[in-house]
């Protein structure tokens, strides 16, 4: 079953266009990993799937419902998770607060008490941490909170954009275990990165992004294909230059 679709997308900023003719396909329980190198429109992508970037042309869809004019309110709240690229919590409040927020922006606040104490075993950490204001927690631990707070609403499918930038194996790890986890329960992933490495053993489909545009299709081994990745990014043009 499709979780997450895009057709023909298009989208940009003022008069730039960055995004040009974008599909893309995720079925529940699928990690689909995106690379390419900065400037190729990753995060303009997943900031048009979330709906804070507006789509100029095409289609997006979540199971069968057609979110191409939602908000990004209403597409979380018919079950799309999307942590942007850098730590985005709240930092005056609590990590109890700020999980607890998430569920009220998206109509969950009565089951709280269960969905906190799932994401809480989930991560140990910020169990331990649970009362502490979350600007005082560490680069990773704010990165582990980030994704609590997605998770913690049960999303069906989830947005994650360059997760791993300057963190620690360890955290790098736990984030791992989660996408390894929640994906074998049903939800599916969409995750940009340029640390490719530790999605090697999770990933169902690698989409290789130039120029805005999907330029290269693949499954887990591409990932440890240099030679393909190199092919891929710079055509035969690169091995001429060898």
Not at 25 to 32: C, I, S, Y
Not at 96 to 118: I, P, T, V, W
Request: charged share 20%.
């Amino acid at each position: 079953m499709t979780a997450l679709a895009a057709r023909g997308l298009s989208a940009g900023y003022g008069q730039l266009q960055v995004l040009r003719g974008v599909g893309l396909d995720v079925d529940r329980g699928q990690v689909v990993t995106i690379i390419g190198p900065n400037g190729a429109g990753k995060s303009t992508l997943m900031a048009t799937l979330a709906g804070a970037c507006r789509a100029w042309a095409g289609q997006v869809t979540l199971g069968a419902d057609d979110v191409t004019q939602a908000s990004c309110a209403r597409r979380m709240r018919r079950g799309l998770g999307w942590v942007p690229e850098g730590r985005n919590v709240f930092a005056q409040l609590s990590v109890r607060d700020n999980l607890y927020l998430s569920c009220y922006m998206a109509g969950h606040k009565r089951e709280f008490g269960d969905l906190e104490a799932q994401v809480l075993d989930e991560f140990p950490v910020l169990a331990r941490k649970h009362r502490t204001t979350a600007g005082a927690l560490s680069g990773g631990e704010q990165q582990i909170l980030a994704l609590a707070r997605v998770l913690v609403r049960r999303p069906a499918v989830t947005l994650l954009d360059e997760p791993t930038t300057g963190l620690a194996p360890a955290i790098v790890g736990v984030l791992a275990a989660a996408v390894a986890r929640r994906a074998g329960q049903g939800m599916a992933w969409v995750i940009t990165e340029q640390n490719i490495g530790w999605l090697a053993d999770l990933t169902t489909s690698v989409q290789v992004m130039l120029g805005g545009q999907i330029v290269g299709t693949g499954g887990r081994p591409l990932l440890r294909d240099r030679a393909a990745l190199q092919e891929l990014y710079f055509g035969a043009g690169h091995r001429r230059q060898q």
